[in-house]
């Protein structure tokens, strides 16, 4: 079986990594400092957070469940609240790192789990055989 930490993986990695620090310091500040603005949006920019955390540390680890439902959590997320975000402006008046499918960030939210998941794909036991 592949490791998912290794070659490519490794990137992968790191730009997960990247996003777990982006998200918890942005969801932190906003938690901490304005909570009372937007506390729907502030909250779910915590839970991405803490899902780019699980999935960059599952990724690590090469725990592929753990991986594959973190980045499938992931994507969902991301279809669900930039879909919620564009129909209901209002209930989102500060983006979170989902709003409008990752616009904030370039769009990198909407792809990384596509990419997360075709790496998780390409190193499976199956794929490897």
Same mark, same amino acid.
């Given at each position: 079986?592949?490791?998912?930490?290794?070659?490519?993986?490794? +990137?992968?990695?790191? +730009? /997960?990594?990247?996003?777990?620090?982006?998200?918890?310091?942005?969801?932190?500040?906003?938690?901490?400092?304005?909570?009372?603005?937007?506390?729907?949006? /502030?909250?779910?920019?915590?839970?991405?957070?803490?899902? /780019?955390?699980?999935?960059?540390?599952?990724?690590?680890?090469?725990?592929?469940?753990?991986?594959?439902?973190?980045?499938?959590?992931?994507?969902?997320?991301?279809?669900?609240?930039?879909?919620?975000?564009?129909?209901?402006?209002?209930?989102?008046?500060?983006?979170?790192?989902?709003?409008?499918?990752?616009?904030? /960030?370039?769009? +990198?939210?909407?792809?990384? !789990?596509?990419?997360?998941?075709?790496?998780?794909?390409?190193?499976? !036991?199956?794929?490897?055989?």
């Amino acid at each position: 079986m592949a490791d998912t930490a290794a070659g490519f993986g490794r +990137i992968l990695v790191a +730009i /997960y990594a990247t996003f777990a620090l982006a998200a918890t310091a942005r969801a932190g500040v906003q938690l901490v400092t304005r909570f009372d603005e937007a506390p729907v949006a /502030y909250l779910l920019s915590a839970l991405s957070a803490v899902v /780019y955390v699980v999935a960059t540390v599952a990724l690590a680890r090469n725990a592929r469940r753990l991986a594959l439902a973190a980045v499938l959590f992931e994507f969902v997320g991301v279809l669900v609240i930039g879909t919620l975000s564009i129909l209901d402006a209002e209930a989102f008046p500060d983006e979170t790192v989902w709003s409008d499918f990752g616009r904030g /960030y370039l769009f +990198i939210p909407l792809v990384l !789990p596509l990419v997360g998941l075709w790496w998780l794909r390409r190193t499976s !036991p199956a794929a490897t055989n």
